[in-house]
């Protein structure tokens, strides 16, 4: 039999090996991943119609596991219809987050219902109000959504955006929303949002996701929103508290717009005309997604973006690494 000052010995070794296990285990469950390959498309400004049904063939065809839709979904205040078009392409049970746009205000109260139903047969849970200032953690990655110059008030979302992002413990954050600042955006918007949304995005790493104007538009890496400060020109875009971009894909269907504006900040712009010697602005732009794929590479905090038409042309292509850390 072995001495009694050995088992106590050993009891304690067994103890402190599974409270430091216990340890290593709570302390890694409070960084949020994703799965590999976990592809998004981001779209806006949908209709009914044909070409937003290639859109959505598209997405389906991309492989996406899941659709953020920045706001603006059918124009014609049938959210019924709008559904069916989603369902009969992607299938009731698709993962598909949308946040409120000004031309859904009409019926929001039926598309909100809606959303939520869709949520409910999937199985999945959000905080705040669905669509207009909620949030929602789906498989590792954070959307925070916000109805911003849409509806509720200005303060109220960037307090609530500030809220849900300093507290995230996701190496991924996504702010949506749908309308934008002027410059902000490549055609011909007013300021709508006001700056603090965007900055507070910023400071705390957040991609900032928006829609309204009918074209595409990426920026650089930037360090300040409001003075678009540009950090870098370069094709790999490092994410950090204090650095990120923005980008408008709102060309999910409806008609595409020129471009009326031009800037340094801008990466890619891709719209039906562009502003004469641009240098970064592709005409004859048509309608297509922008697709993330995070966690590539065996890297959690890597991710590879592509803008793509319906007609199978890549329009813009951008790496995003996150040195987020909870």
Known sequence: MLPAQFLRHSLLLLVCLN?????????????????????????????????????????????????????????????????????????????????????????????????????????????????????????GLQIVMLGVGTIGDFDAHNQYLAQQLQQSKAIWRIAAWHKNQQAMQAGGKIDETGWPVYETARLNGAIIATGHEHSYSRSYLLSNMQQQTIDNKENTLKLSKGKSFVFVSGLGGIEERIQRQSAPHWAKIYAKTCLALDPVCQPNATSGALFATFNVDKQANKANFYFKNINQEVIDQFTVISELKP
């Open 19 to 139: 409270i430091h296990l216990a340890h290593a285990q709570t302390k890694k469950s409070l960084t949020i991943t994703t799965p590999p390959n976990f592809k998004v498309a981001f779209i806006g400004d949908q209709g009914l119609g044909l070409k937003s049904q290639q859109v959505l063939q598209l997405i389906k065809q991309e492989g996406a596991q899941a659709v953020i839709h920045l706001g603006d979904f059918d124009y014609y205040n049938q959210p019924q219809a709008w559904e069916t078009q989603i369902n009969q392409v992607l299938g009731k049970n698709f993962p598909y987050f949308a946040v409120i746009g000004n031309h859904d205000l009409p019926k929001w109260p039926e598309y909100q219902q809606l959303l939520k139903d869709r949520m409910a047969r999937i199985g999945l849970t959000w905080q705040g109000e669905l669509g207009e200032q909620s949030t929602i953690v789906y498989q």
